[in-house]
C-alpha cells in the first residue's frame, strides 16, 4: 500500500501529465478533489504524532501592527536583510542553512511597528515536510504579507516555491472566489449561479462535492468558478495572503539578469530591487512593505477631549470599530457602548456607530464605554 505522500505524487504527476483543456477541467478538478482529501488525512496523521511527541513548531510570538515572513531559497540573504531593516541580528553565511529557527525583528516605519520574521531557507518538498518545511509554512500562513527574496541568477527558484506555498494552502495574491456550499439533509446538490459556468457543468460539480462526502449541499457560485476554487472552498483550510517581491544582490548583477530574473515573476505582483548587503534600496523597501500592508490611520478622540491629530492608530485598512477596542485595552470589547465617528467612514459629522462599523483612513473616532 502506498503511503499517502505517495499517492498525493502519483495524483500531482498525472495532472502534470494530463493537458489542460476545457474536456479535461473536470477531469483535473477531481484528481485536485483527492489531493486535498489526502492530504487532510495526513494533516490529522501529523497532528497525531506531534501529540505523542513529535516535532516542535517554531515558537514566534506575534507583535506589533503587521507581520512579514521572509521566503526564499537558502543564501539569497534574507538573514542579512532582517538584520539591515530591523533591530535584530541574525547570523548570515556564505553557506546554505545558515539560518535553522525563526529570528523576528521590528522594523519602525511610518509611525507602525512592523515584525518581520526571518526563516530558514525554503526547499522544494518543503510542503511534504522537507528541511522543516511545515514549520515554516506555519509560520508563513499566520503572517500578514509574504515577502519572498529572490536571487537574481536563479529565475527557476520562485515558481519552485510559489508552488510550495500552493501545495501547502497558502492562496498569494488572490481573493477568496465566491464560492459558498452549504451542507443540508436532503434534496442532492442544488448549484445556484449568477454567472454562466463554462468550466464545469452542475454534474462535474456535484461530483466534486459528494468526493468531499456531501450528499446534499447548496452551492453558490457568483463567479464563472474553476474545479480548484470548489475544491478550496470545500478544503476550507486556506489562507489568501498578501506578497510582495524583493529582488535582492543588485550590486552583483548586470541589467540584463535583472531583466531576466523579473520576467520569470508574475506580472501583476509588486517587485523591488534591492542589495541588503550594499544598502541599496532599504529606504525604499521599506516604503514598499508599508504600503502594501495597506494601513489606515485613525485618529483617537476621547470623550470630552480634544481629538489626537499628532499621533494616529496605525491599522490594517479592514479594521473595525471592534478591532480598534481590541487594540486599545482589554476591556473595552465587553464594556463598549457605543462609539462616534467623523470622517470619510461616517456619513454624516459624528455618526453613533457599533462595534462591526468599518472604519476607513482619517477617521476621527471617540469610544464610549461604560464606566
Ligand atoms: N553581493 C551581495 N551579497 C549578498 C547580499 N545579500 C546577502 N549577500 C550574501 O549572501 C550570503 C548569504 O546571505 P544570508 O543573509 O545568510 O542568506 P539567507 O537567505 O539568510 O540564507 P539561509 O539562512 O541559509 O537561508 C552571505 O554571504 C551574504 O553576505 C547582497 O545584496 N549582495
Ligand atoms: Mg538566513
Redesign the pocket.
Known amino acids: 500500500m502506498a503511503t499517502i505522500k505517495e499517492q498525493i505524487e502519483l495524483i500531482r504527476a498525472e495532472i502534470d501529465k494530463t493537458q489542460k483543456n476545457k474536456a479535461t477541467n473536470a477531469h483535473i478538478g477531481k484528481l485536485k478533489a483527492k489531493i486535498a482529501q489526502l492530504k487532510l488525512k495526513e494533516e490529522k496523521a501529523a497532528a497525531h504524532s506531534k501529540a505523542s511527541g513529535g516535532g516542535k513548531g517554531f515558537e514566534v510570538k506575534k507583535s506589533g501592527d503587521a507581520t512579514v515572513a521572509?521566503v526564499?531559497?537558502?543564501?539569497?540573504?534574507?538573514?542579512?536583510?532582517?538584520?539591515k531593516v530591523t533591530d535584530a541580528h541574525?547570523?548570515?553565511?556564505?553557506?546554505?542553512?545558515?539560518?535553522?529557527t525563526c529570528i523576528p525583528g521590528v522594523m519602525e516605519h511610518r509611525g507602525a511597528k512592523i515584525q518581520i520574521l526571518?526563516?530558514?531557507?525554503?526547499i522544494k518538498g518543503a510542503s511534504e515536510g522537507k528541511g522543516r518545511g511545515r514549520e515554516i509554512l506555519n509560520v508563513i500562513r499566520s503572517a500578514d504579507m509574504t515577502l519572498f527574496?529572490v536571487d537574481p541568477f536563479q529565475d527557476g527558484h520562485f515558481n519552485v516555491l510559489h508552488k510550495e506555498l500552493h501545495n501547502a494552502g497558502l492562496r498569494l495574491n488572490e481573493t477568496k472566489p465566491p464560492v459558498f456550499i452549504k451542507r443540508v439533509d436532503k434534496g442532492g446538490i442544488d448549484v445556484r449561479t449568477t454567472v454562466e459556468q463554462t468550466h464545469l457543468t452542475d454534474a462535474d460539480i456535484g461530483e466534486i462535492i459528494r468526493s468531499f462526502g456531501y450528499t446534499s449541499a447548496v452551492v453558490t457560485l457568483r463567479e464563472n468558478a474553476t474545479a480548484e476554487q470548489i475544491v478550496d472552498c470545500l478544503a476550507g483550510n486556506r489562507v489568501y495572503e498578501k506578497a510582495v517581491i524583493a529582488i535582492?544582490?543588485?550590486?552583483?548583477a548586470t541589467e540584463n539578469e535583472i531583466v531576466r530574473a523579473t520576467k520569470a515573476l508574475p506580472d501583476e505582483w509588486p517587485v523591488m530591487r534591492?542589495?541588503?548587503?550594499?544598502d541599496?534600496g532599504l529606504e525604499e523597501l521599506k516604503d514598499f512593505i508599508y504600503d502594501n500592508l495597506g494601513f489606515m490611520r485613525v485618529f483617537l478622540k476621547p470623550q470630552g477631549q480634544e481629538a489626537d491629530l499628532e499621533e494616529p492608530l496605525i491599522v490594517k485598512d479592514d479594521s473595525t470599530v471592534e478591532n480598534i477596542c481590541n487594540k486599545l485595552h482589554r476591556d473595552f470589547v465587553r464594556k463598549f457602548r457605543f462609539a462616534r465617528v467623523k470622517g470619510p467612514s461616517a456619513k454624516f459629522d459624528w455618526q453613533r456607530v457599533g462595534l462591526d462599523h468599518l472604519l476607513k483612513d482619517g477617521d476621527l473616532l471617540t469610544i464610549v464605554v461604560k464606566r
Open positions: 521572509l526564499g531559497f537558502p543564501s539569497v540573504g534574507k538573514s542579512t536583510l532582517i538584520s541574525s547570523e548570515a553565511g556564505g553557506y546554505a542553512f545558515t539560518t535553522l526571518d526563516l530558514p531557507g525554503l527574496v535582492n544582490k543588485i550590486d552583483i534591492i542589495s541588503a548587503f550594499k541599496i
